[in-house]
C-alpha cells in the first residue's frame, strides 16, 4: 500500500545539505545558533510570534517537560508537488526554509521534538547535534518524495532529545497496518531516562494517511487501531505521550478510538481547558495553507497523553 503514482521512482540519497559547515558538538549555544540563523535569514520577514497556551498556569518546574509537535513540510513536495499558491518562492528555497525551521525549533527551546515529513534528517541531526540533541529517523517504506525530480530522499518521521536531560533507553519503530497489510506510514517510539530523577516515558510520533473521504477515514482509523496496539505492546506502564499529524479531524473515527481505550486512557493536550483539567474542544485549526484548488483550515495534529500519569 505504497505511493499512489505511475512515475518513476528515483532513489537519492540525504546530500542537499552537504555546503553546511556547524561547530563540533557542545561548541555552540543555543543563542549562538539562533543569531546564526537571523543572519542566514536576514533578507526576509522576520519569523512569525506565536502565543501558546499552556495547560498549567502555574511558572513550569524542573520536572516540566516541553514537547514540540510539527509536520515541516517534506521539501520535495512543498517545492515541486503540494501547489502552494501563495507562498513566496523564496520561503521555500531549502537554503534558507532550513534556518526557518531550525529557528522555530530553537526558539521554543523543546525538550523532545517530534517531527514528520523530514526528508533532510541529516541537516537536523547535525544542527540540532551541535546544541545537544540526538535523534532517531524512520522513513516510509515507499515515500512520494522519491517520485519528485531532484528529492533529497525518503520522508518519514523523527524524534530528537536534549541528552542533557534525557538518556535514550531504547527505540522501536513499526510500519502501520491496515487488516494485516502494510501501509506507507510508520510510527516511531522512544523510550526516554529522565537523567534528573531516572523516571522513564514513552514518546511516540506517527503520520496517518492523508487526503479526505469516507474510505481513507476508514483506512485512518485502522491505522489508529493499530498504532495503539503497537503502543501497549512497548510501553510497559511507563508514562506515554503520543504526537503527530493524524490527518484527520476530530470529527473523524480515528479520533474517538484514540480517545476510546480504557487500558490506555489518552486525553488530547489542547482541548483541556488551562488551569482546570476540565474538557473542551480542539483548536480551530492547528495547520492553514492556500493550494491552487484552494484554501484549506482545519485542526489534524495533536499531542495526546496518558492522562493519568500527568
Known amino acids: 500500500m505504497g ?50 497556551t499552556g495547560r498549567y498556569q502555574e511558572q513550569p518546574g524542573p520536572e516540566t517537560v516541553r514537547v514540540l509537535q510539527w509536520n515541516l513540510l517534506s521539501q520535495a513536495l512543498a517545492e515541486q508537488a503540494d501547489g502552494f499558491a501563495c507562498c513566496p518562492e523564496a520561503a ?63 520522508d518519514g518521521c523523527a524524534i530528537f532529545y536534549d541528552r542533557s536531560k534525557f538518556e535514550l533507553v531504547r527505540c522501536e519503530k513499526r510500519v502501520l497496518e491496515v487488516f494485516t497489510c502494510q501501509s506507507n506510514q510508520v510510527t516511531l517510539m522512544c523510550v526516554f531516562r529522565r537523567k534528573m530523577d531516572d523516571a522513564e516515558l514513552c514518546l511516540v510520533t506517527t503520520h496517518l494517511k492523508a487526503r479526505q473521504g469516507g474510505l481513507l477515514s476508514s483506512l485512518r482509523n485502522e491505522q489508529g487501531k493499530d498504532l495503539l496496539d503497537f503502543v501497549r505492546n512497548n510501553r510497559g506502564q511507563r508514562p506515554t505521550i503520543i504526537a503527530g499529524d493524524f490527518n484527520a479531524e476530530p470529527s473523524e473515527p480515528v479520533y474517538r478510538t484514540l480517545l476510546a481505550q480504557r487500558d490506555l486512557p489518552l486525553e488530547s493536550s489542547y482541548a483541556v481547558k488551562p488551569g482546570s483539567g476540565v474538557r473542551e474542544q480542539e483548536p480551530p485549526y492547528t495547520t492553514w495553507k492556500i493550494r491552487r484548488e484552494g484554501e ?15
Do not use: M
Not at 561547530?23 to 549562538?32: G, N, S
Not at 544542527?127 to 519528485?148: A, E, I, M, Q, R
Not at 483550515?297 to 500527568?310: A, G, L, Q, V
Open 3 to 52: 505511493s499512489f503514482t505511475s512515475a518513476p521512482k528515483i532513489a537519492n540519497e540525504d546530500r542537499a545539505d552537504c555546503d553546511l559547515e556547524l561547530e563540533p558538538q557542545h561548541d555552540v549555544t543555543r543563542e549562538e545558533l539562533l543569531a546564526r540563523c537571523r543572519r542566514e535569514l536576514q533578507t526576509l520577514p522576520p519569523q512569525l510570534k506565536r502565543n501558546f
Open 92 to 154: 521555500l528555497d531549502w537554503s534558507k526554509r532550513r534556518w526557518r525551521i531550525l529557528e522555530e525549533i530553537l526558539s521554543y527551546q523543546p525538550d523532545l521534538v517530534c517531527l514528520q515529513e523530514v526528508d533532510h534528517y541529516k541537516f537536523l541531526s547535525a544542527s540540532l547535534g551541535s546544541v545537544g540533541f540526538d535523534g532517531t529517523f524512520f522513513p516510509k517504506p515507499d515515500s512520494p518524495c522519491c517520485y519528485v525530480r531532484g528529492n533529497n530522499g525518503p
Open 296 to 310: 484549506v483550515c482545519h485542526t489534524i495534529d495533536y499531542i495526546f497523553y496518558t492522562k493519568n500519569d500527568f
